[in-house]
């Protein structure tokens, strides 16, 4: 429920009121429903399972649409949805068309899945389609071509990304850069820092780097990568600024964070 009247005029505000127990919990407070896409069904990507609460009780839902890494199919990213999805979001798992796409694709396959789950799908009345998000592992660091291509996107989160393209100073989409210490594949130095760097400051940008981490962080239930990301998408996805606690000024370096960036004073939220 929204927690009162002036945050259901100020924000798209679902849920109880925040704690860090509720963003690392496997599971948030949404019931959620899954449907599957088939590739046959679709153009532009490579179908997917779609996780969204049952119902628009708590008002329509802003959207993700997450897509995995070079060889890798859904099954990679199949843990993070449902988390997502029960914290209540509408969220698109996808296969891309084939494992070898590159970022540029990849991005392109991120936007024409959430066209599909915003105007065609069986949950698009769930939906409003103007807060939309993308997260992307590796080469799904087609997040940041996508954000860039698209601006209207309300937020991205790129983990471990990996691309040849270093700078995206054209994106004004928040975005929150997870990147790996011990990535030897996509390599922070030549990576994650580079894409963070070449960010606008505004409307918000954050850089989190996992404690001797590899590159396959992402593919398994990861609760750093989830209760951040939940953050990050609670406050610029659903305005929701009782999550701005969690990520500004951020985690101080321990066991599960290295680093941690953010321009917090330019924050749209």
């Known amino acids: 429920m929204i927690p009162d009247a002036d945050a259901a005029e100020a924000s798209f505000a679902k849920g109880p009121a925040p704690s860090n127990a509720s963003i690392e919990a496997v599971r948030g407070p949404f019931a959620i429903v899954e449907s599957t896409v088939s590739r046959a069904s679709v153009s532009g990507f490579g179908g997917g399972d779609i996780y969204a609460p049952p119902d628009t009780g708590a008002g ?3 959207a993700v649409v997450i897509a995995p890494g070079f060889t890798a199919r859904r099954s990679s990213m199949a843990w993070l949805a449902p988390r997502l999805a029960s914290q209540g979001f509408v969220v698109f798992n996808i296969d891309t068309l084939t494992t070898s796409d590159q970022p540029a694709s990849r991005g392109r396959q991120l936007l024409a899945a959430a066209d599909f ?24 660091g087609g997040t940041l071509e996508a954000a860039q291509s698209r601006p ?38 030549s990576h994650s820092q580079p894409f963070f760097q070449s960010l606008p400051a505004a409307p918000g940008k954050a850089f989190l780097e996992l404690n001797g981490a590899s590159h396959f962080a992402p593919n398994t239930p990861n609760t750093t990568i989830a209760k951040f990301s939940i953050s990050w998408l609670k406050l610029f996805v659903d305005d929701d600024t009782r999550y701005r606690q969690f990520v500004c000024p951020g985690p101080g370096t321990g066991s599960a964070v290295q680093e941690y960036r953010a321009t917090c004073d330019q924050f749209s939220q």
């Open 117 to 140: 789950l915003t105007q065609r799908s069986t949950v698009r009345a769930r939906i409003d389609p103007s807060r939309v998000a993308v997260v992307g592992h590796s080469m799904g």
């Open 152 to 189: 209207q996107l309300q937020a991205a989160i790129p983990l471990t990304p990996w691309n040849l393209t270093k700078s995206f100073s054209r994106v004004t989409v928040p975005t929150l850069v997870i990147g790996a210490e011990a990535d030897t594949i996509a390599p922070v130095r």
């Open 60 to 62: 329509t839902f802003g």
